[in-house]
C-alpha cells in the first residue's frame, strides 16, 4: 500500500519540503501575499516574497511564522497545504504523514497550533520532532551512539544548541535570535551611519553577499540602493564587509553565548566527546562567512560546518520518517 509521508522544515524564514527516496522537493521563502478585499491567497513562497515591498494598499505580505512558531494560524495552514498539494503532485487525493520540525523550546500551546495547522491542511498524521535533533540527523550525526554530539542550528528567527547523546537532548538551549534579527540590525545601521532606508531584501542581500562573522583583512564591497532619509530621495552608497561584521558582531556573541551555557551545563564525560569531536553547526545562519571559525575561537572548542547546513534539518526529517519506529519515542510528540 501507498503511504505519502512528507518532512517539512517550517523555517521562519525559508521552509523546505522532503519526500522519502526523492529528497527535498520545495524551498521556498515562508512568505505569503494575500489579497484584502476578498481575503484570497495570491501567492506563496519565492513569488511573495518578490513583492516584498512593492505591494499596493490591496495586498498585504505575511511571514505566518516568527521566531519559529507560529504567528498566524490560518495563513500557516494555507502554506501548509500548498507544500502538501505541490509534494504530492498526482496523489494529492492521499492523506500524508507529516513529520514537521519546531524549535526545542517551543511551549505546548506552540506545538498544539502547529499539530492543528497540519491536520486542517489535510495530513492524516502530524509528527513534531525537535530541530537540534533533526539537524544533527541530517548532518550525519550517529543520535543514538552512546557518545556525545553538540549541534548548533542557526536559523531565520531561532538559533538553538543541543548535546545529543543516546537519541535525546541532555542539555540544550533555545534563542529567539537568527538571520532575521541580523537583517533588521544591518537595515538600522544603515539608516544610523548612511541616513539610507533599505527594504527587507536589500538588507539580506548585504548579508549574503558581504557579511561575515568576523573582520577581514581583504574588505569585500556592494554597492546599495536606497532612500535619503534627509532628502527622500534614491541614493546609492558603498558599503564594506568589515562595517558590516561590526554591525551584526553583537547577535553573533549572543548566539556564542548560548553555546556557552550549554557547556557549562553538559556533563564532564560529554564535554570530553565533544572537545575530541568538535561542535557541528548547521542552518541558514551558518552559512554567514567565517562563522564557524569565529565561535572556535570565542569558546575553544572546534566548531565545523554541516555538509549542506541550509538542508539539514529537512534532510533530518526524511531519515525520521523512513524509520518512523526507530525514532518514534526519542523525538516525537504524535496527534
Known amino acids: 500500500m501507498f503511504n505519502a509521508k512528507i518532512g517539512i522544515d517550517l523555517g521562519t524564514c525559508n521552509s523546505l519540503v522532503f519526500v522519502p527516496n526523492k529528497g527535498v522537493v520545495l524551498q521556498e521563502p515562508s ?42 494560524f ?20 492521499l492523506k500524508p504523514e507529516l513529520m514537521i520540525g519546531v524549535p ?28 537540534p535533533i533533526l539537524a544533527a540527523i541530517g548532518a550525519g550525526i550517529p543520535i543514538n551512539s552512546c557518545s556525545g554530539n553538540m549541534i548548533i542550528d542557526i536559523g531565520g528567527g531561532t538559533s538553538e544548541t543541543a548535546v545529543i547523546c543516546l537519541g535525546g537532548v541532555v542539555t540544550c538551549n533555545s534563542l529567539r535570535i ?7 540590525v544591518i537595515s538600522d545601521y544603515l539608516k544610523k551611519r548612511y541616513n539610507l532606508a533599505i527594504g527587507e531584501q536589500a538588507a539580506e542581500e548585504i548579508k549574503i553577499k558581504i557579511g561575515s562573522a568576523l573582520s577581514e ?14 532628502s527622500g530621495l534614491p541614493r546609492t552608497v558603498q558599503i564594506f564587509s568589515n562595517e558590516i561584521s561590526e554591525a551584526i558582531s553583537d547577535i ?19 564535554s570530553s566527546d565533544i572537545i575530541d569531536k568538535g561542535m557541528v553547526l548547521s542552518g541558514g545562519g551558518a552559512l554567514l562567512r567565517n562563522m564557524s571559525e569565529r565561535i572556535s575561537q570565542e569558546v575553544g572548542v572546534p566548531c565545523f560546518l554541516a555538509e549542506d547546513p541550509l538542508i539539514c534539518v529537512a534532510k533530518g526529517t526524511g531519515v525520521a520518517l523512513d524509520n518512523l519506529d526507530v525514532y518514534k519515542k526519542s523525538i516525537m510528540a504524535k496527534k
Open 31 to 72: 512568505v505569503v501575499a494575500v489579497s484584502v478585499e476578498g481575503n484570497k491567497i495570491l501567492a506563496i513562497g519565492k513569488e511573495a516574497k518578490e513583492m516584498i515591498g512593492r505591494t499596493p494598499d490591496t495586498i498585504v505580505i505575511y511571514r505566518p511564522l516568527k521566531d519559529g512558531v507560529i504567528a498566524n
Open 74 to 93: 490560518r495563513i500557516t495552514q494555507a502554506m501548509l497545504k500548498y507544500f502538501i498539494d505541490k509534494a504530492l503532485g498526482q496523489w494529492r487525493f
Open 104 to 131: 526545542a523550546g517551543i511551549t505546548s500551546t506552540e506545538r498544539r497550533a502547529v499539530i492543528e495547522a497540519g491536520i486542517n491542511a489535510g495530513a492524516k498524521q502530524v509528527y513534531l520532532a525537535k530541530e
Open 178 to 184: 537568527g538571520g532575521d534579527k541580523m537583517d533588521l
Open 217 to 230: 583583512k581583504e574588505e569585500r564591497n556592494l554597492e546599495i540602493k536606497g532612500r535619503d532619509l534627509v
Open 252 to 270: 553573533i556573541s549572543e548566539i556564542i553565548q548560548m553555546v556557552k551555557i550549554v557547556l557549562r551545563n553538559t556533563p564532564p564525560e560529554l
